[in-house]
């Protein structure tokens, strides 16, 4: 990267903040307005700008410090911006010095940046002008107001250097004209690819609408209405009916409050002791986490969703989103609501982003953090007195739901009383439909409605974990339940033993549930005095589906992370994507995690990441349409030897003194006893 002069005009006051929080309105503007007062002749289009989390060799010794109440100097503050020179067209980032106002840049070469909020918005209504565009609905005999277009990142299917482009897939209002009826129970045919800088339509495709025997034989149009026999699909009950009227009301209340405390962006609870961050790409991050005093995880984050759809017809094979990547987890954070996307007594973080002038606003309410009940924790009956003692169990829960397009994702970091971390996920939202003859069936997804297929997809999430179990130098193992064969030492053919290998170098590995098969992460320097083994956190792969397009196929060199549910990385600052930092139509040159493990680093006793992929292999049912009831999946970092005996020993017998459970009335119920 290159220094720029700094321009004197434009004054640096200083910045007070944590080293971890989030940038706030106030730092945002500073970074873009430094930026653009350096280039006064420019007209620059922010993409992005976002908290530069120092350099880890100088923020562990902050954060020990901090926490042993003998604080350091903090590390300089920085930011990340990102922009486009609308002359040139050249992309550029940017790192700003917030406290001395200076700045280094480098312009970005072969890639494109993520879509923002604004470009789409841009391109929509230049969209409904175009000629192009005019002509196209004209040939669907529909008014170009009942039309209703969907933006998708474009995929790639070639290594050759594309232009800048947003693809946009039809669908039609439903007869309601409601604006919120189910546009998705009318898709079009025609898929617009819009010229993001040309402003413009580069290219009219037709959908292959062929089902089981002739889906790729291309069809013109008929001259009747594209949506003939097609019918509405509604999820709102003022559209589909009344709701059930048995329903009653449950509330969460917690009458003395809340057992957590926030004090700015750190947390604590129950022993546990984090800050939380938020950025545009991630989302929600987890800096610092402690369990009583000792710590376990120096950043916990979501890396990447990947979504690529199994319709080989063009032009849908493009379908290939990047959700983190492309569109931002955090920019598709909605804003959440009491009563409805959190119950009970919440704590809520907003967060602050910029538009494409560099204007900073406030995203409300994007996280929600609450107490839940999660049954009991642990319950034994002593047999010869029958006295059962009960401990119910209490989650912390950090919650946040995004929208990209038609899918919602529900993200809940949950923290436990026994020192477990969940990261649970739930999908929900509209499948993304696309038209097929009527009558017919395809190989390649699920007709849901009339002439409307739900096409086969899977979602790949990469979970980014970088531990620090009582130090940063830890190591990673492979563990294996194997049985012993006959021997002198297995005479009755009855033992079974862990098999652990170390993960020495950089590199990957696949869940075997057949093998129980855990990955642990060890401080081997720190052995438990009881176990006489090294402390660590195990983590329990999902054993899902990995990717099915071809090994050699454009899509699978695109996300690299897709091959295998574990890899092991040594840790380099800002190495934080698993399909690599610029995936918007990446034709497999983006880095990513295949090029980080083919450095074949060193990765015992050292300071290593561990990143996790599973898939939800999504075969649409009828009963996922209109609107698909939540898929969930957990995956779980639980203590393995670090305690020395149940951490949740302290945690008070549930009573009903305590918790007030009420007898539920009914008619018909027997008599109370």
Not at 33 to 52: D, E, H, M, W
Not at 200 to 220: I, L, N
Not at 449 to 464: E, K, Y
Request: overall charge negative.
């Amino acid at each position: 990267m290159k220094d720029v002069p700094h321009a004197q005009a434009y004054t640096v006051p200083a910045v007070h903040a944590h080293p971890l929080d989030p940038l706030s309105p106030v730092e945002l503007e500073r970074a873009c307005g430094i930026v653009k007062a350096n280039r006064p002749t420019q007209r620059l289009f922010i993409k992005s700008c976002q908290l530069r989390e120092p350099p880890k060799a100088e923020l562990v010794p902050y954060l020990n410090a901090e926490r042993a109440g003998t604080p350091l100097p903090p590390p300089a503050r920085q930011a990340d911006v990102l922009f486009f020179d609308l002359a040139d067209r050249s992309l550029t980032e940017s790192i700003i010095n917030l406290d001395t106002g200076s700045e280094t840049s480098e312009v970005v070469e072969g890639h494109h940046a993520a879509h923002s909020k604004d470009e789409i918005m841009e391109a929509r209504e230049q969209l409904f002008k175009d000629p192009t565009f005019l002509e196209t609905v004209a040939k669907l005999n529909l008014p170009p107001v009942d039309v209703v277009v969907a933006p998708w990142p474009v995929g790639a299917d070639n290594t050759s250097p594309q232009p800048r482009r947003i693809a946009w897939i039809l669908y039609c209002r439903g007869p309601s004209n409601h604006p919120d009826s189910n546009q998705y129970a009318f898709p079009l045919p025609p898929v617009i690819f819009w010229n993001v800088w040309d402003k413009r339509v580069d290219s009219v495709e037709w959908c292959y609408t062929g089902g089981e025997g002739d889906a790729m034989v291309h069809k013109p149009l008929t001259g009747k209405s594209v949506i003939e026999g097609m019918q509405p699909g509604e999820y709102l009950p003022e559209l589909n009916g009344l709701p059930r009227r048995e329903l009653k009301p449950l509330h969460v209340t917690q009458p003395q409050g809340v057992s957590f405390s926030v004090n700015g962006n750190l947390l604590e609870w129950q022993k546990w002791r984090f800050r939380i961050g938020f950025n545009a790409r991630e989302g929600p991050v987890l800096h610092d986490v402690t369990y009583d005093g000792r710590r376990v995880f120096y950043r916990l984050s979501l890396s990447e969703m990947h979504v690529p759809y199994g319709d080989p017809r063009p032009p849908l094979h493009l379908k290939q989103v990047f959700d983190f990547g492309d569109v931002g987890l955090g920019r598709a954070a909605n804003s959440l609501e009491n009563g409805c996307d959190c119950l009970g007594s919440m704590r809520y973080f907003s967060w602050a982003d910029v538009n494409s002038a560099g204007r900073a606003f406030t995203a409300k309410n994007v996280v929600c953090c609450h107490e839940q009940d999660n049954g009991i924790l642990w319950k034994h009956t002593n047999s010869p007195t029958g006295r059962a003692t009960v401990v119910r169990q209490r989650l912390l829960v950090l919650q946040t739901i995004i929208t990209v397009g038609n899918y919602d994702y529900i993200f809940a970091w949950q923290f436990d009383q026994a020192g477990g971390i969940h990261l649970e996920t739930r999908a929900t939202g509209i499948l993304s439909t696309s038209p097929i003859d009527m009558g017919k069936t395809s190989p390649y997804g699920t007709v849901v409605s009339p002439g409307v297929l739900g096409t086969s997809h899977q979602h790949f999430i990469s979970v980014r974990i970088d531990p620090s179990i009582d130090g940063d130098a830890n190591t990673i193992t492979q563990d294996d339940v194997v049985a012993d064969p006959w021997g002198p030492e297995n005479p009755h053919g009855v033992g079974f033993r862990v098999s652990s290998t170390p993960i020495a170098q950089s590199g990957w590995a696949d869940a075997a549930p057949d093998q129980n098969r855990v990955f642990k992460i060890q401080n081997r320097s720190v052995i438990n005095p009881i176990t006489m083994t090294p402390v660590g956190y195990k983590l329990v792969p999902l054993p899902s589906q990995m990717r099915l397009s071809q090994p050699d196929a454009m899509i699978t060199s695109r996300a690299p992370f897709t091959q295998h549910h574990v890899w092991v990385t040594s840790y380099k600052d800002g190495e934080l994507y698993a399909a690599g930092k610029y995936t918007n139509q990446s034709n497999g040159k983006a880095g990513g995690l295949e090029t980080m493990v083919a450095r074949k680093d060193n990765t015992l006793d050292t300071d290593v990441v561990l990143w996790h992929t599973f898939a939800l292999t999504h075969i649409p049912r009828i009963e996922d349409f209109p609107v698909m009831p939540v898929e969930t999946h957990t995956v779980s970092l639980k203590p393995n030897n670090f305690f020395t005996s149940n951490p949740a020993l302290d945690v008070p017998l549930s009573t009903q003194a305590f918790n007030k459970s009420t007898l539920a009335e009914c008619s018909g119920c027997p008599a109370k006893l």
